[in-house]
C-alpha cells in the first residue's frame, strides 16, 4: 500500500495547489493522495492522478487525518497551503493537524516553499536505474558520469550499470523493472535508448534520458537538451508525457528505420568516422552515396492491399527531428498520433537535384510543412509491409539490422517520456497518399 499525502487548501490558495500538484506529478503518482470533495472535482479536471476523499475540514476532516496518523497508518506528508495574510490562528482546523504532525514527527507544509521541500525529501526516497554506454559519443565517459552522478543523487537513490559487449541495455533494464524501479535513465546513443526503450514499453515505468551519442536524433525530437546538464534537470522536473514507439521486424523502434540511402549512409558513417568528425560524418558519408544509390524495385503492403514503386529511398518514421530530412514529406513527424510517418524518394537525375530536394525537405521540417515533389511520396499509417528487389540494407534507431523485407508497426502511446515542460507535441492536421490512394487514420480502426 502507498504511502498517503493529505493535499489541502484554503480557498484562496487552490488554483496554487492545483499548479503544485500537476507540476508534481510525476512523484506524486506514487503517493495516495487524499483531498476534500469540492476542492477534489477542480483538481481532477487538471490533472490524471486518483485522488480518494475526506471530510472538509470544518466537518471533521482534520479529525479523520489526526485518526490516521494516530492509527499508524503510513503517511508520507500533509500540504496545506494556508492563506498568507491570515492571521487568527485559533480558528483553523489546521491547529490540530499542526499539533498531531509534531507529535508523531509527520512532515507538513503551509506554503509552497515548504510543499517543495517535502517534494525533494520524497524524490530522495526515489530509486532510479541508470544504464550507462561508456563507448557512446565522442566525450570522457568518466566525466560523463560523475557529473551525471553530482546533478542526479541528491534527488534519486541512484543505481548505475554499465553495458558492455556482453550485456546490452535491453538485458539491464529488463533486470532493472524486474527489481522494481520507479525510473529508468538510458544515457548513450540513439541505439542504447531504443534498446531501453524497447524494455520498458507499456510498463508505465517512465524512461529519462541523457543523450550522449553522436546524432541523439531521438532526444531532439522530444525537445530534450543534448547536454549533461539540461538533460539531468529536466528528469529532476519529472514532467511525463506518452508518446508512441514501433517495432520493426520484432525489434522496438523510437525514431526510425531506414532503407536505401539512409541506410547505405550510416553503414559508411563507422563507429570511428563518428568519432572523428561526429555528426559531419553522416554528411561525409551521404555525400559519397549520391554518387552511388540507385533505384529499387519496391513492393508495399497495407491493410492487406499491395502497391508497387521505383524508390531510392524510404522512412518510416515514429519521431524524428527536422534534421532527419528523409522523414519530413509532411512537415510533421508526430510523437503521439498513433500513426507512422511514410517517405519514398525516388532518384534525382543528379547531384544538384538530390542537394535541392534535401534541403527542400530539411525546410519542410523546420517550418512544419508539408512538401510536395514530384519523386516524393508522403503518407501516414499504422503498420506497412515492404518488400525490395534486390534486397537493401535496413538501419534502424542509428543501427543497420539486415537487410528488407520489413514490417514495421506502430504501438500507440507506448511509452513513457520524461520531456520538458516548455515542449509542446504536433498535432496532425493533414494526410498524404500513396499512388494517388488516401491513406489516413482509419488504419488505426482495425
Not at 532527419?324 to 517517405?343: C, H, N, R, T, Y
Amino acid at each position: 500500500m502507498a504511502a498517503i499525502i493529505f493535499l489541502l487548501a484554503d480557498d484562496t490558495q487552490q488554483e496554487t495547489l492545483v499548479n503544485f500538484v500537476t507540476q508534481h506529478e510525476n512523484v506524486l503518482s506514487h503517493y495516495q493522495l487524499i483531498s476534500i470533495d469540492n476542492f477534489i472535482v477542480y483538481l481532477k479536471q487538471k490533472t490524471w492522478l486518483k485522488i480518494d476523499t475526506v471530510l472538509p475540514l470544518r466537518q471533521g476532516g482534520d479529525i479523520v487525518i489526526a485518526s490516521k496518523i494516530i492509527a499508524g497508518e503510513d503517511i508520507a506528508g500533509v500540504i496545506y497551503l494556508v492563506e498568507p495574510t491570515q492571521t487568527n490562528l485559533s480558528e483553523f482546523p489546521l491547529l490540530t493537524l499542526f499539533r498531531i504532525c509534531n507529535i508523531y514527527n509527520i512532515p507538513i507544509a503551509t506554503n509552497i516553499g515548504t510543499a517543495e521541500a517535502i517534494i525533494v525529501q520524497l524524490r530522495r526516497t526515489r530509486s532510479a536505474h541508470l544504464i550507462f554506454n561508456p563507448v557512446s559519443g565522442v566525450g570522457n565517459a568518466n566525466q560523463d558520469l560523475l557529473l551525471i552522478r553530482q546533478l542526479l543523487e541528491p534527488y534519486f537513490h541512484l543505481h548505475i550499470c554499465f553495458t558492455t559487449a556482453e550485456i546490452d541495455p535491453t538485458q539491464l533494464a529488463q533486470a532493472a523493472i524486474e527489481d522494481g524501479i520507479d525510473l529508468v535513465i538510458a544515457s548513450g546513443g540513439d541505439g542504447t535508448v531504443s534498446a531501453v526503450a524497447g524494455a520498458v514499453i507499456n510498463t508505465n515505468i517512465p524512461l529519462g534520458i541523457i543523450p550522449r551519442g553522436t546524432a541523439n536524433a531521438f532526444s531532439v525530437g522530444l525537445g530534450i537538451p543534448t547536454n549533461i546538464q539540461g538533460a539531468c534537470e529536466v528528469i529532476i522536473a519529472g514532467l511525463i508525457r506518452t508518446v508512441d514507439m514501433a517495432y520493426c521486424n520484432g525489434l522496438p523502434m523510437i525514431l526510425l528505420a531506414g532503407i536505401g540511402f539512409e541506410a547505405e549512409t550510416v553503414n559508411k558513417a563507422d563507429r570511428d568516422a563518428k568519432k572523428r568528425w561526429g555528426p559531419l560524418a553522416y554528411i561525409m558519408a551521404g555525400w559519397q552515396q549520391l554518387k552511388e544509390q540507385k533505384d529499387f524495385e519496391t513492393e508495399i503492403e497495407i491493410n492487406g492491399e499491395i502497391n508497387q514503386v521505383e524508390a531510392a529511398a524510404i522512412t518510416i518514421a515514429n519521431v524524428a527531428p527536422a534534421t532527419s530530412v528523409l522523414a519530413q514529406g509532411l512537415g510533421q513527424i508526430i510523437p503521439d498520433d498513433g500513426l507512422l510517418e511514410v517517405l519514398i524518394y525516388t532518384s534525382p537525375v543528379n547531384k544538384m537535384q538530390a542537394v535541392a530536394g534535401i534541403m527542400g525537405l530539411l525546410g519542410a521540417g523546420l517550418l512544419k510543412a508539408e512538401i510536395q515533389r514530384d519523386n516524393l511520396i508522403a503518407f501516414r499509417t499504422q503498420r506497412i509491409k515492404i518488400a525490395t528487389n534486390p534486397p537493401q540494407k535496413v538501419v534502424l534507431d542509428g543501427e543497420i539490422i539486415g537487410t528488407t523485407p520489413i514490417e514495421v508497426e506502430c504501438v500507440p502511446r507506448g511509452l513513457k517520456i520524461i520531456t520538458p515542460a516548455f515542449f509542446s507535441l504536433p498535432t496532425v492536421d493533414n494526410i498524404g497518399t500513396l499512388d494517388g490512394v488516401e491513406v489516413d487514420e482509419i488504419e488505426n480502426t482495425e
